[in-house]
């Protein structure tokens, strides 16, 4: 059992909708991340929040907005969408330590994204 | 920056054959190494990983050793099943700006026929 779930796991919106991908972490970690999934193409690390603190936006479209209320939750809101944004979405979680060493992100299902 | 290189598949293998998903990085520093696996319809899950040179990680008949000479964490298991069928992704993570920040191969599929 990973301890992160996410919700929806499938969505189709249209490029005109809003919605928003919730990612919540039932395992104590203080740093949560967002991951797009595309065909063929390596996991593009999109976001990251360490201590509710975003410090890491990998050059992401507008369109994308992510929000971070607390340490156990992380959505990301979703508006006029294009069809190539279509993909599976990806939330983990780590515990980053203040020394400095790594640790294991811990991967929920994701959520399955159509736009059309 | 940091990258990772790991073979194209599908893989395609009988029962029992034996499993080597070659894996190669390139990387600043002193990473450490990750295999996860994604089985259909669900997220990455941590297989098995390495902090450092010549570390052998291992889980469930699977094992890779951290060569640091040939910057390399290739996958192995002596006899697969079917239900080894999923896709192996290799990562190495390194801890940057205060966050884990970890850089994925693109995945390889392996298909294992009874």
């Known amino acids: 059992e990973t301890g992160v779930t996410q919700t929806p796991r499938h969505l189709v919106m249209g490029m005109t909708n809003k919605k928003s991908l919730k990612c919540e972490q039932h395992?104590?970690?203080?740093?949560m991340y967002w991951y797009k999934q595309s065909a063929k193409k390596p996991l593009e690390l999109m976001f990251v929040?360490?201590?509710?603190?975003?410090?890491e936006n990998n050059s992401v479209p507008s369109r994308f907005s992510p929000e971070c209320p607390n340490s156990s939750h992380l959505f990301l809101h979703l508006h006029t969408l294009q069809p190539e944004d279509s993909a599976l979405y990806l939330c983990?979680?780590?515990?980053?330590?203040?020394?400095?060493?790594?640790?294991?992100?811990?991967f929920g299902p994701g959520t399955r994204l159509t736009v059309l | 920056g940091d990258s990772v290189t790991q073979m194209e598949g599908p893989v395609t293998l009988s029962e029992e054959a034996f499993l080597t998903i070659n894996c190669t990085y390139t990387a600043t520093g002193y990473p450490s190494l990750f295999w996860y696996v994604q089985y259909p319809g669900e997220g990455l899950q941590l297989l098995l990983k390495?902090?450092?040179?010549?570390d052998k990680g291992s889980n469930k008949g699977f094992e890779a050793t951290y060569r640091k000479e040939t910057t390399s964490f290739h996958l192995e298991k002596g006899s697969v099943q079917v239900s080894d069928s999923a896709v192996y992704f290799c990562?190495?993570?390194?801890?940057?700006?205060?966050?884990?920040?970890?850089?994925f191969g693109t995945g390889t599929k392996l298909q294992v026929i009874p």
């Open positions: 929040y360490s201590l509710e603190e975003r410090v």
């Open positions: 990562a190495l993570s390194d801890h940057s700006g205060g966050y884990q920040k970890v850089t």
């Open positions: 390495a902090t450092k040179a010549d």
């Open positions: 395992l104590g970690h203080n740093a």
């Open positions: 983990a979680s780590s515990q980053d330590l203040a020394s400095g060493s790594t640790d294991t992100q811990y």
